[in-house]
């Protein structure tokens, strides 16, 4: 489960533009980072412009998924990730960033025709918190931890039943034993009424 890019774009007007973003390009060779970074940017813009206000949606392209959330003040928030990260995440981070993006950032500072960047330095804190869902979110957490506790249990049932198997097994023998202990007793018996002692 990966991150790879973070970012609030004017959706408003066409075409959308770039507010602020944060890329995580590590996994890819210097060579390529730019291409990649260009084809991020690009694609979160078309995103962003096909999101109506109040909408969100996910859309897949190549190994991508872009979880889109528009805003009725004229924002959207981007998100793109694998294919394997929970969308309820990246939604619940989307929300977030968005909230917070237009408290520091009012409508009026990028109402412009043209709007330069804005700073938003916590997208960088969110794309490295984020990188583990599990960690970020706290429903994930418990889901998680759940989930283990379940494990355990299952494991804990099992040794028990087992146990009462090898109980019932022992049970068994133990019938076994008794009766064959009894037949021993009244052969012995019989064996012994022969014979008397003097």
Do not use: W
Not at 173 to 190: E, G, H, I, P
């Amino acid at each position: 489960m990966k991150l790879y890019y973070i970012g609030i774009l004017k959706n408003e007007t066409r075409p959308a533009v770039e507010l602020c973003a944060e890329k995580e390009l590590g996994d890819y060779s210097r060579f390529t980072r730019g291409s990649i970074s260009e084809f991020m940017t690009m694609f979160s813009k078309t995103v962003a412009e096909r999101t109506k206000p109040a909408q969100r949606q996910d859309v897949e392209e190549q190994s991508y998924t872009f979880h889109a959330y528009g805003r009725t003040e004229g924002v959207a928030g981007i998100i793109i990730s694998d294919k394997d990260y929970p969308a309820l995440v990246a939604h619940q981070l989307l929300s977030k960033v968005c909230d917070e993006f237009l408290t520091k950032h009012p409508r009026t500072s990028y109402a412009s025709a043209s709007p330069s960047p804005l700073p938003f330095p916590e997208l960088k804190e969110y794309i490295v918190k984020y990188q583990d869902p599990q960690q970020a979110d706290s429903i994930m957490k418990i889901q998680r931890e759940l989930d283990e506790t379940k494990i355990t249990l299952h494991k804990t049932i099992e040794s028990v039943l087992e146990r009462g198997e090898k109980i019932d097994t022992l049970v068994e023998k133990s019938n076994d034993l008794s009766s064959q202990s009894r037949m021993f007793y009244t052969q012995a018996k019989k064996q012994n009424s022969c014979c008397t002692l003097m």
